[in-house]
T-cell receptor
């Protein structure tokens, strides 16, 4: 069974540019989560999809961030325009559904905004 | 809002010895879940162990066990017979039993870097 896949693994962009991160969850996992870790700080929840619907997007930092999940399969997280403080590691995770379930994480995308 | 505190940024243990990683949390909820995740250098986080708050019995997974003290809001991880492959960042995490309104995500501590000395 393939795990959660994220790409790119690294992205270096300049301030003001646009970047799109992609996450492919495990097949059959309706729940998809995005998290972010800014250097020196805790891993923070960004949002939660159930299939193609946003269940909880309370962690999205501002309207420069746009997440989509086309057809309830893969998800993208677009940052436009990127700012210096957006640098960090963006993790995606998926699960079948119950809150007590373990999450399967991807290896993350390291985003550096210069 | 819930918070999770890991007071040990780094811990070191000799191979085959036992080590305990501490975690405390703050919540006003009575129903929730607690997790320990391991993040090796590959960056992919892996669940080590989980505990449901309504269960008094401490969870155990092979060499990994927890000491869950609900009243004290403490959730420490004990690793017995430490192995070189246990070297990683360990994150304690909290998940509400509720859904929506910010409750869907895990709340993480800052992590403890565990070093295994051969």
């Amino acid at each position: 069974e393939a795990g959660v896949t994220q790409f790119p693994s690294h992205s270096v962009i300049e301030k003001g540019q646009t970047v799109t991160l992609r996450c492919d969850p495990i097949s059959g996992h309706d729940n998809l989560y995005w998290y972010r870790r800014v250097m020196g700080k805790e891993i923070k929840f960004l949002l939660h999809f159930v299939k193609e619907s946003k269940q909880d997007e309370s962690g999205m930092p501002n309207n420069r961030f746009l997440a989509e999940r086309t057809g309830g399969t893969y998800s993208t997280l677009k940052v436009q325009p990127a700012e210096l403080e957006d640098s960090g590691v963006y993790f995606c995770a998926s699960s079948r559904g119950r809150p007590s379930e373990k999450l399967f994480f991807g290896s993350g995308t390291q985003l550096s905004v210069l | 809002a819930q918070t999770v505190t890991q007071s040990q940024p780094e811990m070191s243990v000799q191979e085959a010895e036992t080590v305990t990683l501490s975690c405390t949390y703050d919540t006003s909820e009575s129903d929730y879940y607690l997790f320990w995740y391991k993040q090796p250098p590959s960056r992919q986080m892996i669940l080590v162990i989980r505990q449901e708050a309504y269960k008094q019995q401490n969870a155990t997974e092979n060499r990994f066990s927890v000491n869950f003290q609900k009243a004290a809001k403490s959730f420490s991880l004990k690793i017995s017979d430490s192995q070189l492959g246990d070297a990683a960042m360990y994150f304690c995490a909290y998940r509400s039993a509720r859904s929506g309104g910010g409750a869907d995500g895990l709340t993480f501590g800052k992590g403890t870097h565990l070093i295994i000395q051969p």
